[in-house]
């Protein structure tokens, strides 16, 4: 019989699920989720009576039956390599979307829950499919927007918060689900595919209390940044880059285009958006697409130190009015184009 629990280390998280021989509160340190040092490692506790699902990043199953290793984070920030992303190799939507679902998954439905701050490392990053995440998750880019980048490649959507995904999937729509509360999504870029004209690198929807959508980068795709109704208090957008959009850098509506059976709420927030940026060039959209696009909206809109260049035909702001003329209103300022 054992009095204290054993150590041991291993060179990846593969020689971890291989181990057999293991008792309650036996302690491992990896040294890499592939290799040594790739930020994939770490340490880890043996559970044997615990029976959560795997998901290969807090929770690593023995390849012999019965237990569970638990990652053991020590005031660390969780980063989407210890799920199993890998930087310009395969496909890492699934890893990225099991780091999102354990790390800011919801508890019950009164909106308690695991919330806290996943890191995007330096380096790029692949997936072929859509991302969707609470929106108090702080999604967190590391260095400067351009030191981090996601790549999409498919005709559909790179991020998407829950609420916006319910709205466009027919999933739950009551108050609860309606608004992205404490949504903070900042330093990294999001990068579609050239042949992507109607998905968007981020979707939100009814922007809430303490939101903000900062430092970050947007380029190819449909939109930037499409958000579904302008929210309340209003949507807070801070020095973000787009560029080459087929439709809008930034797109902000009321109603789901052309389909004014799907009215989301136009919007009463009051919109703030500083330091947009962007460029574009691309021949297939140069005379329709619009730099910022305020759509069936009555949300007071104050857009200040823009900078935006290229062939933007549809307009620096395309505004389509909607709902009271005493409600809403457009501010622009300091800004420079050509």
């Not at 204290?4 to 008792?23: D, F, G, K, R, W």
């Not at 990896?30 to 929770?59: Q, S």
């Not at 590391?142 to 319910?166: C, M, Q, R, V, Y």
């Not at 140069?286 to 062939?311: H, M, P, V």
Request: hydrophobic share 35%; proline share 3%.
């Amino acid at each position: 019989m054992r009095i204290e629990a054993a150590t041991v280390q291993v060179p990846n998280i593969a020689a971890l699920e291989s181990l057999s021989t293991n008792y309650d509160g036996d302690l491992a340190f990896v040294e890499g989720y592939y290799t040594t040092g790739d930020r994939g490692g770490g340490w880890f506790k043996f559970l044997t009576n615990n029976t959560a699902t795997p998901d290969w990043g807090i929770y690593i199953p023995r390849s012999t039956p019965g237990g569970r290793w638990l990652r053991l984070l020590n005031g660390e920030t969780p980063n989407i390599i210890m799920w199993g992303a890998r930087k310009n190799v395969g496909d890492s939507t699934t890893n990225i979307q099991n780091a999102v679902n354990a790390w800011g998954h919801q508890l019950d439905g009164n909106g308690s829950g695991d919330f806290s701050e996943l890191l995007f490392p330096l380096g790029t990053f692949n997936i072929t499919n859509t991302i969707v995440f609470n929106s108090i998750l702080h999604l967190r880019g590391e260095g400067s927007p351009s030191s981090t980048t996601i790549i999409l490649t498919g005709n559909t959507n790179a991020f998407e918060t829950k609420t916006a995904n319910d709205l466009l999937h027919g999933g739950l729509n009551n108050s609860f689900y309606g608004y992205d509360h404490g949504l903070l999504v900042e330093g990294f870029t999001v990068r579609l595919e050239t042949n992507n004209t109607s998905g968007a690198g981020l979707v939100i929807r009814n922007p809430g209390e303490g939101n903000t959508i900062r430092n970050m980068g947007f380029a190819y795709g449909g939109y930037g940044i499409r958000c579904l109704s302008a929210g309340a208090p209003g949507l807070r957008l801070m020095n973000v880059g787009i560029s080459e959009h087929y439709v809008a850098g930034v797109s902000i509506e009321g109603y789901l285009p052309a389909d004014s059976a799907n009215y989301i709420g136009s919007g009463g927030g009051q919109v703030i958006i500083s330091g947009l940026s962007g460029d574009h060039s691309r021949a297939d959209s140069n005379a329709t697409a619009s730099f910022l696009r305020i759509w069936r909206c009555y949300a007071g809109i104050s857009f200040r130190d823009f900078k935006a260049e290229g062939q933007w035909g549809g307009g620096i702001v395309n505004y389509r009015y909607y709902g009271d003329p005493l409600v809403g209103e457009l501010i622009i300022e300091g800004g420079t184009y050509n």
